[in-house]
């Protein structure tokens, strides 16, 4: 194998993989970059087990061949080498021999076998959903922060995608929250498919640059993002009946300013108790209180800010943390007021938040605590 | 690696060949065995047959064809269908291998490698004796991720399966319990007795016996260059494990074996053996190698047991020092009608004593005195009757 390749585009496509190397490994294979040149086309395929990632870049090809080069010793070496000029990289497959030549200087690493690295899974008959940019990046942004760490309730360490009648609902929730995002898409999604993405894979997707098609097969979902594929091995659960916890009867709806209630969340919490993270929303028809009160330090905090309340009066308690994420979660492009709409039965069923502008597409759900 | 690689076995082998085979691959199994008879290759060997793409098939078996991308991913034990579960360093966290420590990950590669080259290699970490509860979550979560390939079997391996706490023995119950599709658990033990009884109910056991003598001496000639003589001398006391015959082969087992053998002589001397013979034993028990007096001992007991043959049988056809036929011809005309049996239990015994710590001196010296009597009464019937 041998080839010239600019430094810079070398630089930025190993820098694309590299969450796909894991940090540490017993496998050596693992922290091993397949590169493959076939033509002009260099592709590199990085992996963990779980993701795998593919970019393939144009280098002025000399010899075909394919090879794995030590990933953490080779982005060094390229990183080390500036950002300027290019490099001609050359490869013996039968010694698994790397020399990297540059104006100035050679280098030579012992690579492995390209057989031994893990088979890139196929997509035969697999179904098939484009995203644009925008779409992925708003799914990947408001879902993942709600996922499960909890390894006991494993369908939940991933986000739910329900593809039906020509819309997917994005689903993420540890219990205690829920995030539902919802895109319409006419055409391009498939009629009826339900998978549960790995959270790490859908947290790769929030820098996604251009459009995303996202293609799923019995075992593996495959985002091809221009040139880049991100490969994921699915979670094979069956994902809880979320429908259910989302209540339809939540009667008082309060609507704020998602800036000032979050500051006010912010300075209120500072004074809220470590471990139970207590807030208490007091609401009246066009006054919200945030208190906070901490017996064992004695501390306590209460912000007053401008609302719209459709009840009298209400109050229901929160564990902080949870309600600013999902306040956070609303930004302009839910709605350019920023608005936040709340809506509550009793204080201890569901709370559900959207954005103030009325639409579905984002919905999250907060579960208040007994105060 | 290859199914030859494992010395005998033939009816695990079998049975394994056969499940691939037929298809009928089972969602746990429990290799209980003792270090050294090839629990852990013949688990590897089943993952890496299930594996193979393009499998060879015989009518008495199935074989990795050791070339398709399946084989060559297994060559250094990096296929992502299997996962091996091993004890890691006590310590804070670093059940995960992301959390593992920077030379803990080194040393375990290292000896992934071994294993890989070498299926009698055991992984053994320093300062590792359990499988914590993370190790085991850890586990659990990969299995409910899909397949990284399709195809082929998932095959989770836990060495030294004994070594699971009892927070991680339950913890894996509704795994084993559940097991999901295309995946064989198989745990490896050598203790299958100090395992949660609602783990091993839940298992296929396959108990992996100890290898034939003569497998271990045709082994330890063929892969490890010993010469014939030799291995049949280390095989006949490396109780039926082939990394306790490994091990004894850099041992001095013929000095060992004049060693105790002169001892013998110096016990069955005439009148002045006294002083002799202990001081020849405060000379051995000062060093405290209790592996050494062990080994010194199962030699005597089998130099023993070939004078008993020749007694028996009248001829030395069927012993093993072969090189010591002479000594032991003339050894068993001097002693004919000695009570063969009483002296070899009497060895039996004491090797079970110094494994149990016994002090050295307080075994062998009542042994000595014990072969003495027998075999000076029988020389003194003897002598009676003529």
Not at chain 1, 197 to 203: G, K
Not at chain 2, 26 to 33: H, I, R, V, W, Y
Not at chain 2, 221 to 237: K, N, V, Y
Not at chain 2, 288 to 298: F, G, I, N, Y
Request: with cysteine; hydrophobic share 40%.
């Amino acid at each position: 194998m041998k080839f010239t390749v600019a430094l810079p585009e070398l630089q930025k496509a190993l820098q694309k993989i590299l969450p796909a190397i894991p940090a540490k490994s017993t496998i050596p294979v693992l922290e091993h970059v397949h590169v493959v040149l076939a033509g002009t086309d260099l592709t590199f395929h990085a992996t963990d087990q779980e993701i795998t990632i593919s970019l393939t870049i144009p280098v002025a090809g000399e010899q075909d061949g394919e090879v794995l080069v030590p990933a953490r010793q080779f982005n060094d070496l390229i990183k080390e080498l500036g950002n300027a000029g290019s490099v001609e990289v050359s490869a013996n497959e039968d010694s698994a021999l790397i020399s990297v030549r540059t104006p100035t200087g050679t280098y030579e690493m012992k690579g492995l076998d390209a057989n031994e690295f893990p088979a890139i899974p196929p997509f035969p008959e697999s179904t098939k959903a484009d995203f644009s940019k925008e779409e992925m990046q708003r799914i990947a942004n408001k879902t993942v922060f709600a996922v499960s760490t909890e390894e006991y309730r494993p369908s939940m360490t991933g986000v739910f995608f329900q593809f039906a009648s020509n819309m997917v609902t994005a689903v993420a929730t540890d219990g205690f929250r829920l995030s539902r995002v919802i895109i319409r898409g006419e055409d391009r999604f498939p009629d009826e498919l339900d998978v549960i993405i790995p959270a790490r894979a859908v947290d790769l997707l929030k820098k996604v640059d251009s459009e995303v098609s996202m293609e799923v097969s019995r075992t593996h979902a495959r985002f091809t993002i221009s040139s880049q594929t991100i490969t994921t091995r699915v979670i094979d659960e069956k994902y809880p009946p979320y429908q259910n916890v989302i209540p339809s009867d939540n009667d008082k709806t309060l609507v704020v300013n998602q800036r000032e209630v979050l500051s006010a969340i912010k300075r209120v919490s500072l004074f809220a108790n470590t471990n139970t993270r207590h807030v208490r929303f007091r609401m009246s028809e066009r006054v919200l209180a945030v208190h906070s009160e901490d017996e064992d330090s004695g501390g306590k905090g209460t912000e007053t800010i401008p609302c719209e309340f459709s009840h009298d009066t209400f109050e229901v308690g929160f564990n902080y943390r949870f309600l600013e994420e999902a306040i956070k979660n609303i930004t302009a492009d839910d709605d350019p007021d920023l608005n936040v709409q709340m809506t509550f039965s009793t204080p201890i069923r569901a709370v559900l938040i959207k954005p103030g502008a009325d639409n579905d597409s984002l919905l999250m759900l907060v579960m208040p605590v007994k105060i | 690696m290859a199914w030859t690689d494992i010395i005998g076995q033939d009816r695990i082998k079998h049975l394994l060949q056969r499940m691939i085979h037929e298809q009928r691959l089972p969602q746990a199994m429990l290799f209980s065995g003792m270090a050294g008879t090839g629990a852990v290759g013949l688990a590897i060997e089943f993952a890496r047959t299930s594996n193979c793409i393009d499998p060879i098939r015989t009518t008495t078996g199935i074989d990795a064809c050791g070339v398709c991308r399946s084989c060559a991913q297994f060559r250094h034990l990096g296929h992502p269908n299997l996962r091996l579960t091993v004890a890691l360093p006590a310590g804070k966290g670093g059940e995960v291998e992301s959390e593992m420590k920077a030379d803990v990950i080194e040393e375990l590669k290292t000896q992934i490698l071994a294993l890989a080259e070498d299926p009698y290699f055991e992984i053994r970490l320093p300062n590792a004796t359990q499988i914590k509860i993370g190790a085991i979550r850890e586990l659990k979560r990969t299995l409910t991720l899909s397949a990284a390939q399709e195809g082929g079997r998932r095959v989770c391996l836990i060495v030294h399966a004994d070594e699971m706490t009892t927070e991680a023995s339950n913890a894996f119950l509704k795994t084993l319990e559940e097991p999901h599709e295309g995946v064989t658990i198989i745990l490896t033990t050598e203790r299958p007795e100090r395992m949660l009884q609602t783990i091993t109910s839940r298992c296929q056991e396959v108990v992996v016996p100890p290898l034939g003598d003569d497998l271990l001496a045709e082994a330890l000639h063929r892969c490890d260059g010993i010469p014939e003589a030799d291995a049949t001398l280390i095989a006949s006391f490396a109780q039926g494990s082939y990394t306790r015959a490994r091990s004894f082969m850099n041992e001095d087992m013929r000095g060992y074996r004049q060693d105790v053998v002169d001892l013998l002589r110096l016990a069955l001397k005439g009148q002045s053996f006294r002083i002799p013979l202990t001081e020849a034993l405060a000379e051995i028990a000062e060093g405290k190698d209790k592996v050494k007096v062990e080994m010194m001992l199962s030699l005597l007991l089998l130099w023993l047991r070939d004078a008993y043959s020749i007694v028996k049988t009248g001829t030395s056809a069927s012993i093993m020092n072969v090189d010591q036929r002479d000594a032991l011809e003339k050894f068993a005309a001097s002693f004919g009608n000695a009570d063969y049996p009483r002296v070899l239990r009497a060895v039996e015994h004491s090797v079970r004593l110094v494994h149990r710590n016994v002090n050295l001196t307080l075994v062998l010296l009542p042994l000595l005195l014990d072969i003495r009597r027998v075999f000076h009464e029988a020389r003194s019937a003897t002598m009676r009757a003529s």
